[in-house]
């Protein structure tokens, strides 16, 4: 490992364990270690295929089931098609087991999660908030109230209307165009003002409004820990930058806080 990554682990390690709140926001380069392409950059799945229209959600409304079977089809289009295999063998890598353990030691307060991928939980993490949805489960958009895939299937046999109040069902991820589910993001801004520390991991920051919590952490005079292998709009803001993966960088993060808190 360089110097400048050894002095920069030393530095986070020790604004980690000096901070009262921290909080991680994690984005698709966690995941890139467990297989899973990103969104942007080189070989990323919206660079190969373009990003989905804005429009989506609102096609969706329009009509729910003709707009799930088109949906299918460009389902097994050959780019996605891989992206949607690498995503359902995906495990857990060494970043995500690294703020898993942050958590179990007291130190990690909560995990915004931009992924969908269910990684962080499968990892242990507990304190997870998924502010793009969770591709696993179910979401009513009209109660917000959710069931795991298998559940719903079992409940209603493909019908899109609530059970408990009657709107539409869809995916609980979060489509281009749709509005984050409320209660989610009333959490990550009541997380967000008690932050004292974010720790950014793998994320381009370009997507709002996750993009803006760091920067509301920064304002009211936090810390900003950015982990990863490229520059991103934050890296100005950031008091420390892991220059790395982050499946290398945090499992040695948390030795390094470990130490601290022995000392
Ligand atoms: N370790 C850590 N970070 C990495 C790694 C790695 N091994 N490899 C790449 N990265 C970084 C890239 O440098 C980039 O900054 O991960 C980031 C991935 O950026 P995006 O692909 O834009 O993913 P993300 O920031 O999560 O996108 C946000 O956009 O399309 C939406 O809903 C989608 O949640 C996603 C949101």
């Known amino acids: 490992m360089d110097e400048h990554l050894e002095n920069a682990l030393d530095l986070a390690a020790r604004l980690i364990v000096e901070s009262t709140y921290v ?7 966690l995941s890139v270690e467990s297989g899973i392409p990103t969104f942007r950059g080189e070989g990323g799945l919206w660079t190969r295929i373009g990003e989905p229209s804005m429009t989506g959600y609102q096609e969706f409304l329009a009509d729910p089931v003709g707009y799930m079977r088109k949906q299918r089809e460009l389902e097994s289009g050959p780019e996605r098609s891989h992206f949607r295999a690498a995503i359902e063998r995906a495990v857990p890598n060494e970043g995500h087991y690294a703020l898993a353990e942050l958590e179990t030691i007291g130190v990690l307060r909560m995990i915004i999660t931009q992924n969908v991928d269910d990684l962080h939980i499968v990892a ?5 908030t998924e502010i793009h949805g969770n591709r696993t ?7 917000e109230e959710r069931w795991t895939r298998r559940q719903f299937e079992e409940m209603h046999e493909g019908r899109p209307d609530c059970p408990e109040c009657g709107a539409v069902v869809k995916s609980d991820t979060v489509m281009f165009g749709e509005p984050i589910p409320r209660s989610v993001l009333v959490r990550c801004f009541a997380e967000t003002e008690r932050c004292d520390c974010i720790i950014v991991a793998g994320t381009s920051a370009t997507v709002y409004p996750a993009a803006s919590f760091p920067e509301t952490v920064k304002a009211y005079g936090g810390l900003l820990i950015e982990a990863n292998p490229d520059d991103t709009p934050l890296t100005p803001l950031a008091d420390v930058t ?13 030795e390094r806080v470990r130490a601290l808190r022995r000392a």
Not at 124 to 128: C, F
């Open 23 to 29: 909080v991680a926001l994690t984005g698709a380069g």
């Open 124 to 128: 242990g993490s507990r304190r997870v």
């Open 137 to 143: 489960k179910m979401r009513c958009i009209g109660c």
């Open 242 to 254: 892991l220059r790395s993966s982050t499946a290398r960088s945090l499992p040695t993060l948390v």
